[in-house]
Each structure stands twice: as C-alpha cells, then as structure tokens.
C-alpha cells in the first residue's frame, strides 16, 4: 500500500508515499518501499488489505537493524494543535560538482560528545507531550521502510506506523514513540512512515500493530494514541546521505528516543540550523565543506545533544550519548 519516489530512498527500501514536486534532476537514486504513486497527489481513502485477527500482547518498542490526506477528520482528544504548514518541497538539489565552498568551511568538531546546558525553548507542534489523542486505525504492509527513509526492520514482527499528514508535520515524527490503544489492548509503535490520503489523528499500523490492539475487529477501529519516551535504547545514531559531499550535505538522525524538532551544525563560532525536508534529512544545500561537522540536535523536550559527525556517506555513525527519558 506504501511506497516512496525511486528518488529518495535509503537501503533500497522506496518511499511509501507521494510527494508532490518532485524535481526530475537527481543525481543518486535510491529505491525504497510504499504506498502511494510515486509522482501522484494523494490516494483515496485507504481501504484495510484483509480482515486481520487481533492477538493482544503487552507493548513492545520496534527497533530498526541499524540505525511515517482525507480532509482532517478529528482532533487531539485533549489540548489543543496548531495546523503545520504545507510542507517544502521535498526533492534534494543535486550535489554541486566541486568548484570551491559556498559556506565557511565548519569548526572542528570535538572528539567527545556534551549535552548542552539546560533545555531550551521549543515551538509547539503537532505532537506534543501529555496529549492523549483519538482517530481511526488502519494497517498496511508495512517493514519499516518508507518516508522517514529507515532501513527496514530486522525483526518484521516488529509494529510500526504510518502516520497521517497533518501530524507527520513535515518529517517532525519521524522516529517517534506512540502507545496506541485499541480494543484489544495497547502496542507501542514507532514512526517511520507517512499516510498523505488519512486524516488529523488516524494510524495506518503495521498488521502486527493492528493485530495486538484491534481486539479481532477487521479492518478499522477507533483508537487513541500518545506519545512516549521508551527505555531500552542505545546512543543516538546519525547516517550522511548517499551523494552527499562538501558541496551538499544531508544528515539524518536515527535511534533518538524523543522526537527531534532541530539540527544545527557549529560553522565558524555560529550555530547555522539546517532545513528539515520531508524525508527526513536536515539539509545544506551549498554543503559545509569536508567535515567533520560538530552537530547539535534539540528534542521535544528541549534537550539539547551536541555530537561529531564525519562526512561518510551511507555510513551509520553511533554517537555516546541518548535524550533523556520523560
């Protein structure tokens, strides 16, 4: 059902769904799995694959090997949401051929990681902490693929989800944690996918997901959903894109146990805060030079990690410290 652009993909798993304004000119291609038309606008409804038998088990957080839209339909049960704004373009501009840097080449990056100092100010989104939210549940064939560009699960077992557009907010999602519960109990679900046709607070699970909270009802159920800040992961992870160079740069974070809301690499003194596109790189167009890069992702909460990140593309990199947990 999911599917993502040949375009932008990450392990050769292809995108799940569409995104509109795709520029033809790219340099690496990348398959990746999903759902939607590659260069289509948004599907109709989605409509359940097969009547699925729930088996309710306790939650279990997903892991990845290594290292996510009908008119609005209803709204965060409590508290309130402000609407993201469309999102970007999210086609990456080729990488430049090397003629000289267009930015200042960054500071070097220390050999330790350090947290910042206390948490900083983070605009509202979508998603927010201590929100209980409501929709419908659906479930695709999902693997862990798709728009947030995860490799697939090593444990296919494992649920993930697809979130819908409104609260996907332009890859803010991405990699979250939400306890989704059904009638047939509760799961804990990662983010790794976009569901552009379902509406504000619908899930579309993968079938494993659904199986644990539908309660043996096929298809559809109503279900409510929060965020959650799970225990039992490692440091957080960082992987360059493919094609990227010191002429153009895509850095993805991976692993992080709360939502990451910002990326900030350090060049010459200054923290320069790199756009979010919505297949979940933070991007520098005009690339920052030939690294290695001292980085600073901020979470949810606030918290803030500052790390060292070397220019190797396809290369997972772990770093030595993980966000708290709330």
Known sequence: MSFLPALFSAGSAPFRRALPGVVAAVVVVVVATGCQPPFGGPSAQPAPASAGTSAPSSAAIPTTATDATAQPATQPATGSATTAAPPPSTSPPAPRQPTAPATPRPSAAPSTTRP?????????????????????????????????????????????????????????????YLE?????????????????????????????????IAGGVPGLVNVTWRLVSPAGLGPVQYRIKDGSSAYWLAIQVREHRNPVVSLEVRVNGTWVALAREMWNHFVAPQGLGPGPFTVRITDLYGEQLVHTVKLAPETVQTAESQFAQH
Request: with cysteine; net charge negative; hydrophobic share 30%.
């Open 116 to 176: 910042a100092s206390g948490p900083v100010p983070v605009g509202p989104g979508r998603i927010r902490p201590g929100v209980a939210y409501s929709g419908p549940a659906t479930h695709y064939g999902a693997d862990g693929g798709g728009n947030c560009m995860f490799d697939r699960l090593s444990d296919p077992a494992m649920p993930v989800v697809a979130m819908n557009e409104l609260d996907y907010e332009n890859a803010r999602a991405c990699g979250a």
């Open 180 to 212: 989704v519960t059904g009638p047939g109990g509760s799961t804990v679900v990662k983010v790794t996918d976009r569901c552009p046709e379902c509406g504000a607070g619908h899930l579309d699970l993968s079938r494993q997901a659904f199986d644990r």
